[in-house]
């Protein structure tokens, strides 16, 4: 029997590269998913995939279509706790065993919150199969990104792991273009180049600019995903653990220094005229602290710009030989930079 998937996100970069992604590889599976507008070529281009009409806060029929559902795989908000919850609990409600892929990132990770390694190099490199870092995933402080929802997953592998078993699908930056109808760039290009601004009209970094970060190219994320995606089809037992604990799948095929990701931004807005030197200029935590606003997280700033989080994939790299196949960060940085730009 095809397997039944239920997908959220779909026109976001991720969870729209993730549809187009399973459509692909798997034109076999019925997928369903929620959208709340629906892109005017949607149903030409994925004609076998069924649209529910909703949104995040759509409670019931989260829980409705997830009871339906064999795999669901939430994309397109890592925070947003009513969903999940709608969602774990249609999973929960029915007798037989389902899967749950949800989408978090290594912004878990990140050590924005103490002044100690801001702008310099961060010697700790957390891998998805260590498990210290296992134990450290489990454990991570309330103001962690993403640690409410995580916080929910962890509670329902506890209480439920038999019933349903939980992959976090955990990327870096994530760079290249998407695949979906909707969104197709990813965050952080798009929002150091607006925050250019900030800096004098200049690219920038804090401290050392050494901090670095790992990133990958979603082309290869998709191909983790559907990885993924294709264990719980087959019930690997281990799509999830250990234990009752939900499963961590890093992705990050490469890593850079934020001063070096800035020189390359920079080459390209100088070459297109945006700016007037690529050369990055030094900016004070208080210019940090100004970008990048968001009302969820006020210090988002230090998160983007002045953070180390380095992770390395070793559980995809054992479980499915996932490695980096995609074209490198800084070959693909003037592609991103230009489509930022609208160019
Ligand atoms: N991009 C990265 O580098 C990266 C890396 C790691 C983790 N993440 C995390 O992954 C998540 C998704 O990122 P993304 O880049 O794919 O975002 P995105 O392109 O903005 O996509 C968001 C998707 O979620 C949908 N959505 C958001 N809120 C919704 C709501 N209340 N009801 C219904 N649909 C809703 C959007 O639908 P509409 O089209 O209708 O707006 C869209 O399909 C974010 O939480 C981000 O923090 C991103």
């Not at 019930?235 to 250990?242: A, L, M, R």
């Amino acid at each position: 029997m095809s397997p039944k998937i239920f997908l959220t996100g779909a026109t976001g970069y991720i969870g729209g590269s993730v549809l187009h992604a399973l459509v692909t590889a798997h034109p076999s599976y019925t997928i369903t998913v929620l959208l709340r507008k629906t892109p005017p070529s949607f149903p030409s281009v994925y004609p076998n995939v069924k649209i529910v009409q909703g949104d995040y806060d759509s409670a019931e029929i989260l829980a409705e279509q997830a009871r339906k559902a064999d795999i669901v795989v939430h994309n397109g908000d890592s925070d947003h706790e009513p969903s999940l919850t709608a969602l774990l609990a249609g999973l929960t409600s029915k007798p037989t065993p389902s899967y749950l892929l949800h989408l978090s990132g290594t912004g878990i990770l990140s050590d924005w919150a103490s002044p100690a390694h801001l702008g310099t190099l961060n010697p700790k490199v957390y891998s998805d199969a260590d498990p210290t870092d296992i134990a450290t995933l489990a454990s991570l402080p309330d103001d962690a990104l993403h640690r409410g929802t995580e916080k929910l997953l962890f509670r329902a592998a506890a209480a439920h792991g038999e019933k349903v078993r939980i992959a976090i699908m955990c990327p870096p930056d994530i760079y290249g273009r998407g695949t979906g109808l909707g969104n197709t760039q990813s965050v952080f290009v798009r929002m150091f180049i607006a925050d250019v601004r900030g800096a004098g009209n200049r690219p920038f970094y804090y401290g050392e600019g050494a901090n670095a970060r790992s990133w990958v190219h979603v082309e290869d994320l998709m191909k983790l995903y559907v990885r993924v995606v294709e264990a719980a089809v087959d019930n690997e037992t281990s799509f999830s653990g250990p234990g009752e604990f939900p499963g961590y799948y890093f992705a990050g095929t490469q890593e850079h220094r934020h001063i070096d990701v800035a020189r390359g931004i920079g080459r390209v807005l100088e070459r297109e005229g945006v700016v007037a030197d690529a050369e990055p200029v030094e900016v004070g935590l208080e210019v940090i602290d100004g970008m990048a606003r968001h009302p969820r997280f006020p210090q988002l700033g230090r998160y983007l710009y002045a953070s180390n989080s380095r992770t390395r994939a070793v559980r995809a790299g054992k479980a499915f030989g996932y490695k980096g196949e995609a074209p490198g960060l800084m070959e693909s940085l003037e592609g991103d930079v230009l489509a930022a730009l609208g160019r």
